[in-house]
């Protein structure tokens, strides 16, 4: 029970390798989020999920880029063929979001990844 | 882009003092909500305040809205040396909570 975790804390990777990084969501939250921030700069949307169902993922930058949630917990986001610029801390977010038409409600972030890619 | 800006990039008080932050937004807005984030460390939810509404409080914390000129307030008030960190305004447009961040106001509060 505590709050949203990520796994690993600190990815380092060479160029062209996949990486794989997971969140696990606060308990019984229904909307999950991926974001990347540079240094300096605030959170970039990247994708999210209802339950299972990846609702937008109008923010991953290429198709290199996928993510899951297979079973409505915890989501993986995949890079694949990693490049320098995919170089940042990715975060991951679970809101409870109660059923559409109820609005607003607090995401909880995650620590992040930082990912470096050599 | 919708993407919220805030306004100043950073700013330097003394403790003690207010501070005061602005973000402005380009489209129509459900909510929009205030975040803290300290020295590169994870995002902490600080305030949402809906469309509706125009003014909301919290500790020592106000926020305000103005639907009409696109734009929110964050006024941190007796500001500590603690209150040091990254403010991030996130607006939300859709209807599931699908927040874009702007840049932040970076905040120095020297004791």
């Known amino acids: 029970g505590a709050g949203v975790s990520q796994s690993p804390r600190y990815k380092v990777t060479k160029r062209g390798q996949d990486v794989a990084l997971r969140c696990d969501p606060i308990?019984?939250?229904?909307?999950l989020y991926w974001y990347r921030q540079a240094l300096g700069q605030g959170p970039e949307f990247l994708t999210y999920f209802n339950y299972e169902a990846q609702q937008d993922k109008s923010g991953l930058p290429n198709d290199r880029f996928s993510a899951e949630r297979p079973e409505g917990s915890i989501s993986t986001l995949t890079i694949q063929r990693t490049e320098q610029r995919d170089s940042a801390m990715y975060r991951c977010a679970s809101s409870y979001n109660p059923p559409q038409g109820t609005l607003g409600n607090e995401q909880y972030f995650g620590p992040g990844t930082r990912l470096t890619v050599t | 882009s919708q993407q919220g800006e805030e306004d100043p990039q950073a700013l330097s008080i003394q403790e003690g003092e207010n501070a005061t932050m602005n973000c402005s937004y380009k489209t129509s807005i459900n909510n929009l909500q205030w975040y803290r984030q300290n020295s590169g460390r994870g995002l902490v939810h600080l305030i949402l305040?809906?469309?509706?509404?125009r003014e909301k409080h919290s500790g020592r914390l106000r926020v305000t809205l103005d639907t009409s000129k696109k734009s929110s307030s964050l006024l941190i008030t007796a500001s500590r040396a603690a209150d040091t960190a990254s403010y991030f305004c996130a607006t939300d447009a859709s209807n599931f909570n699908k927040f874009y961040f702007g840049s932040g106001t970076k905040l120095n509060v020297k004791p």
């Open positions: 305040i809906r469309s509706n509404e």
């Open positions: 308990s019984g939250h229904v909307s």
